[in-house]
């Protein structure tokens, strides 16, 4: 089966860049989202098909992916982004694989 | 507004049927596939499947495939998710969410089950 790999913590400070990483085989060849979970909510979605950001998400937040390895960057991050973070991509049986998570502290 | 809306949540024993529900509003429920995802206490997002109300088209994840069953009422716009016999591990929150071409857009507020003697 698919496997998508998070670190499974990164640390930032206030106003610095936060990039996230997931790697998977030829993961490049794939859509990868990425969602963000606050404590005790429901997960969000905050980039789409590799780099597109929904409706309501702020700018600070894009995306890559190529190779193995899809990256959340989170540019000028602020107190409200810590959260736990999720990448996803379709495999081949049309089952959606999530990242395991990676919880983003902002300090 | 675009939501979906979740049953709340439930306490139930050992051996106990259950069926959740999450209910579409604000867009056209047939049109789009509804995923169904776990979350046990304090770990991370497991995909359990999806299914199309417009036709009741239904995939499983290997690893729930004959675990759940999933299910649709495309006239009351509402998706379920049902077990036949609970065990302590079903434990968990579960969410539903909408599929729009590649991401999970929408989300439900999630139905916390609780399974235990």
């Known amino acids: 089966s698919y496997e998508l790999t998070q670190p499974p913590s990164v640390s930032v400070s206030p106003g610095q860049t936060a990039s996230i990483t997931c790697s998977g085989d030829?993961?490049?060849?794939?859509?990868v989202c990425w969602y963000q979970q606050k404590s005790g909510q429901s997960p969000v979605l905050v980039i789409d098909?590799?780099?597109k950001r929904p409706s309501g998400i702020p700018e600070r937040f894009s995306g890559s992916n190529s190779g193995n390895t899809a990256t959340l960057t989170i540019s000028g991050t602020q107190a409200m982004d810590e959260a736990d973070y999720y990448c996803?991509?379709?495999?081949?049986?049309?089952?959606?694989?999530f990242g395991g998570g990676t919880q983003l502290t902002v300090l | 507004e675009v939501q979906l809306v979740q049953s709340g949540a439930e306490v139930k024993k050992p051996g106990e049927s259950l069926k959740i529900s999450c209910k579409g509003s604000?867009?056209?429920?047939?049109?789009?596939?509804i995923g169904w995802v776990r979350q046990m206490p304090g770990k991370g997002l497991e995909w359990m499947g999806m299914?199309?109300?417009?036709?009741?088209?239904?995939r499983y994840s290997p690893s729930f495939q004959g675990q759940v069953t999933m299910s649709a009422d495309k006239s009351i716009y509402t998706a379920y998710l049902q077990w036949s016999s609970l065990k302590a591990s079903d434990t968990a929150m579960y969410y539903c969410?909408?599929?729009?071409?590649?991401?999970?857009?929408?989300w439900g507020q999630g139905t916390t089950v609780t399974v235990s003697s």
């Open positions: 098909q590799d780099t």
């Open positions: 996803q991509a379709w495999d081949s049986s049309s089952s959606a694989v």
């Open positions: 604000g867009y056209s429920f047939t049109s789009y596939w």
């Open positions: 969410a909408r599929l729009d071409v590649n991401g999970m857009d929408v």
């Open positions: 299914i199309y109300p417009g036709d009741s088209d239904t």
């Open positions: 030829k993961l490049g060849d794939k859509y």
